[in-house]
């Protein structure tokens, strides 16, 4: 488990690096097609590090903000917290996550925030209503594995970045498009078309690239996440249940997105493929994972 928390932070600190070039390169292009002159990469690093800076400290607010979250409260959901006062003895964690619930019939949950001392764990009214005590506690105790193992903050990070790069990749390849109809009589030679082609094949990557590293980090951690979270509640029966009522249910979840479905405990997007696992699947399927948590009774 250690160097699974080792091995995730310097993840962490290797996709921020990516990003941040992405970023860089991105601006630094915009300021290209718009001829801002010399000064072009001193404005795209500057840009590029105060963006990463600002998702970093705040990926845990924009997560909230996405999902119209509100926090759960002690008179309005009693047993989720009771639930999380029981594991946090279990967990070894020191600081309690703060609860949140999002209003939606699909019974889900993730968990966010850039460390374990900032953490959150958001479940669905849907989740509440449809799964029993047990169900509940595998659920709980598997979102503050991630916490524990430093997957937040990978997860986090991601979620925001990937969601900011597309943003900006849409807008520029729109603008490049623009500026080009606007001054194909002006070129300034073959080298202006060099960085062009170049531009623009990056930036039609970069979206790609974005959703790859978001894949790459997803699938594992959920293996560990259940592993963990079964040597909190010692009680197997009650993760593979949830996993089974959760994936069977056939409610959409509408504040899910792309950029923020692997965050969720089980795929948020419901469809006729969703119990195949394939490379561009967020999640490692349903069978494989209760497969795992079978052989650890």
Known sequence: MYDDIRKNKIKTG?????????????IYFICYIL???????IFALIFSIIST???????????????????????????????????????????KPRLYVVE???PNAFATGRNPENSIICVTTGLLEKLNYYELEGVVAHE??????????????VSVMVGFVIMISDMVLRMTFRTRRSSRDNDNGVLDIIIFLVGLVFLILSPIVSQLIQLAVSRRREFLADATAISFTRNPDGLISALKKISSDTDELDVASKSNAH???????KDKKKS??????????????IEALENLR
Not at 35 to 41: S, T, V
Not at 263 to 269: A, E, G, L, Q, R
Request: hydrophobic share 45%.
């Open 14 to 26: 290797i996709i921020v690096f990516l990003f941040l070039t992405m970023i860089t390169l991105l």
């Open 263 to 269: 965050m969720y405990i089980v795929t948020p997007f």
């Open 35 to 41: 001829d801002l002159g010399e000064f072009a990469i």
């Open 53 to 95: 800076i600002a998702t970093y400290y705040n990926c845990d607010k924009v997560v909230l903000a996405s999902v119209k979250a509100r926090p759960a409260t002690k008179e309005e959901d009693l047993q989720l917290t009771n639930i999380l006062e029981g594991l946090m003895v279990t967990s070894g964690l020191t600081t």
């Open 144 to 157: 503050l594995s991630h916490i524990k193992n430093y997957d937040i903050r990978l997860s986090a990070v």
């Open 276 to 289: 195949k696992s394939n490379i561009f699947s967020t999640h490692p399927s349903i069978e494989k994972r």
């Open 104 to 106: 939606s019939n699909q």
